[in-house]
């Protein structure tokens, strides 16, 4: 299915609506869900007379949002305002303030957007792999949510199998597409350096993320070239001078006195926003990447990134990073109490740890972003926080960025106020010192930022050489490349006068080391000697096919030719006797014979013309008609004109030959004896005769 992604915001809507359904995914359950989220926004509770909490302008929105996710007013407003807690055994039910239920308020919002995303993105993911017979999410039944095994209640989709011959073979199809498909091209596209005012645990987590891939950039493109060449012996000229962001990222991911550790361990021991804040201060006294906010705010601190100086607000870093929905919320979507099936499939793991045991709600919480059944809870608490969560997924996406090739497209900014065609001289020329993109060109025009092993380079470029020159040795890989380099050098020799870029190379102890201008012109020139490879084999292979067609095509054109010419005097068939004297007519008998139909008795009759038609039993069958081959004509020609037993051909006419019809195949033209083609069996047009 290709779909055209229009421009406007309704054929953008038409698209993505459409996607959805390829993916079988409800459309309105998705909407539905995505409005809830937006109403939940209006909900806001105030504190009310007694215990109770109150919502501020009415509960009309607390009903909407109800309705649109399939439970009752009554049965959200207890899962907003109420908290279950295990106090030594014995559960105890309390009333939320209005800044608790503000804060339950949210993480509901949060759960419901961020496991929606999730079940389309592992919806796509399970369509992709072979095998799956993936089936539809409805929202009118609960069964799929509740009564499938653990994999159907991780991913939003239903997979069978026939049997278990069929299960053990698609499993050995899989983990072949698996390995066939180790190596792949990913697009990373990161989100850029955040600082706005104030700054909090979610823009910590995005800025240590941009620290990172800048401190792998940093690695990959100035550290590992500078310390390679030193290594190896091999004096660079060009000076980088480049800013190392290391002290900045441990400042807030070391293992144990990270700001981000704190901030678990704090959460652990119940600790507060101020308690946070003194211990990071005591901690790192003497980093000179914190520093303290001018205005002396007790809940705050300040961080110096390598893009920008950003202050962060701590005061709600602790509830942020615990990341958890309580199971008074989560069981309101029961399937029990809720008609939505789409909404108790986003929180199926949940339910089923929840309802595997008595009492239900039992004080015990749950992470907002979906997790597996493993890795649910470790007593009444989730296994992981928001920062541990996250400081995984970053390991995962270095793992993989270190074992591949990457290729870097820095993107700036034109201003900060998102204006088109608007140019910020300041904003630009700061983003170029962040990301230190002159030092890069300094360093890509002048040194060696490019490296290879000995073998790899002669492996790649040794077709630059005459093939009988070279060793091909292990022992003899050093000797190879300096042969590389000295054709390399003679074929230089007109680019060098026109060309400014630096060209240059040196051999180190295990790699060959070139300067991006050497890079691009060997490139330049094993495309064109691979370019001229390929044309020479053209060439001879299609010398040497129409060669082997010659005889065919020759004989052809000679029957052509013969075709055109007249229709020669037909020959007396050999082998007839003569005819019995008796059987003579007399003289007179055949002059008036002659003299009747206007024949000459001292020259033959023309022959008569060829017929239109043919006869087939008590019918006449006109031109053209399709007939099959019976055996290969002709027998002993080779090449593309040939015409095969079983083949389908088309009869023209009849054929300037005596016993020949004209057949056209192809493009070519065929004299053929009717003994070697029957009609169809199909029944063709004709007349009675």
């Not at 990373?188 to 104030?198: C, H, Q, S």
């Not at 005591?282 to 893009?307: C, D, M, T």
Request: charged fraction near 20%.
């Amino acid at each position: 299915m290709t779909l055209h992604i229009s421009s406007t915001p309704s054929g953008r809507f038409e698209a993505w609506k459409a996607c959805l359904g390829v993916l079988g995914i409800p459309f309105l359950d998705v909407v539905r869900v995505l409005a809830a989220v937006l109403l939940l926004g209006n909900v806001t509770f105030i504190e009310g007379q007694g215990l109770e909490v109150d919502i501020q302008g009415g509960s009309h929105e607390l009903k909407s949002v109800a309705a649109l996710l399939g439970v009752s007013s009554a049965a959200l407003y207890r899962g907003l305002t109420t908290r279950t807690h295990n106090v030594r055994g014995q559960l105890v039910k309390s009333m939320c303030d209005a800044n608790m239920s503000n804060m339950t308020r949210d993480a509901l919002a949060k759960a419901l957007y961020c496991r929606t995303v999730a079940t389309i993105v592992r919806r796509a993911n399970s369509l992709k792999r072979l095998g799956s017979t993936s089936g539809t999410l409805s929202s009118d039944s609960n069964e799929s949510v509740h009564h499938q095994g653990e994999v159907a209640s991780q991913h939003a989709s239903t997979v069978g199998t026939a049997g278990s011959k069929a299960s053990k073979s698609m499993s050995v199809l899989n983990n072949a597409v698996k390995h066939a498909t180790d190596g792949f091209i990913g697009i990373l596209d990161m989100f850029g350096f955040e600082d706005p005012k104030p700054s909090h645990l979610e823009h910590l987590c995005i800025n240590l993320c941009a620290e990172t891939m800048q401190h792998f950039y940093n690695t990959h493109i100035f550290k590992s070239s500078i310390e390679s060449c030193r290594d190896e012996g091999i004096t660079c000229e060009v000076e980088v001078d480049y800013v190392d962001n290391v002290p900045c990222i441990d400042l807030i991911s070391s293992l144990r006195t990270g700001l981000l550790s704190m901030l678990d361990v704090e959460g652990s021991v119940r600790g507060t926003p101020e308690s946070y804040i003194q211990k990071v201060k005591v901690q790192h006294k003497g980093n000179g990447r914190l520093f303290e906010p001018k205005a002396n705010h007790i809940r705050s601190f300040g961080i110096h990134h390598f893009a920008n100086r950003v202050i962060y607000d701590a005061s709600d870093f602790l509830d942020t990073n615990r990341d958890i929905i309580s199971d008074d919320l989560v069981c309101v979507f029961h399937k029990q109490s809720c008609n939505f099936g789409f909404a108790t499939h986003l929180f199926g793991s949940e339910l089923k740890a929840l309802f595997s045991q008595d009492p239900v709600p039992r004080g015990v919480s749950f992470r907002i972003s979906p997790t597996s059944h493993t890795d649910l809870q470790n007593g009444d608490e989730p296994v992981s926080t928001l920062t541990q969560d996250f400081h995984t997924r970053l390991d995962n996406l270095l793992r993989t960025l270190v074992h591949a090739k990457p290729h870097f497209i820095r993107c700036l900014r034109s201003n900060c106020s998102e204006k088109p065609g608007h140019f910020d001289r300041a904003t630009v020329i700061k983003q170029i010192r962040a990301l230190q993109v002159l030092e890069t060109v300094n360093l890509m025009a002048g040194g060696y930022p490019h490296r290879m092993r000995f073998k790899t380079f002669t492996l790649r470029y040794r077709l630059l050489v005459p093939f009988k020159k070279l060793r091909r040795v292990e022992d003899k890989t050093v000797d190879d490349c300096k042969l590389i380099l000295e054709y390399f050098v003679r074929s230089l020799e007109d680019v060098s006068r026109s060309s400014t870029v630096a060209i240059q190379w040196a051999l180190g102890k295990r790699h060959i080391f070139l300067s991006e201008g050497a890079r691009q012109q060997l490139e330049m020139l094993r495309i064109e000697m691979r370019h001229r490879a390929a044309t020479l084999l053209q060439a001879v292979w299609r010398g040497w096919h129409f060669r082997r067609r010659w005889p065919t095509l020759k004989r052809n054109l000679e029957l052509r030719a013969r075709s055109r010419t007249v229709r020669p005097r037909p020959q007396p068939i050999a082998g007839t006797p003569p005819p019995d004297v008796m059987d003579r007519c007399d003289q007179k008998t055949i002059q008036q014979t002659c003299s009747l139909f206007g024949l000459d008795l001292e020259r033959p009759p023309p022959v008569p013309p060829s017929r239109s038609y043919t006869i087939t039993g008590n019918h006449k069958m006109g031109y053209p008609q399709t007939r099959v081959m019976k055996r290969k004509f002709p027998e002993e020609g080779g090449g593309d004109s040939v015409l095969l037993k079983g083949e389908s051909v088309v009869v023209v006419g009849a054929s300037s030959r005596r016993g020949h019809l004209l057949v056209d195949h192809q493009g070519h033209s065929f004299h053929v004896p009717f003994q070697y083609m029957e009609l169809k069996p199909s029944a063709q047009p004709g007349v009675n005769i």
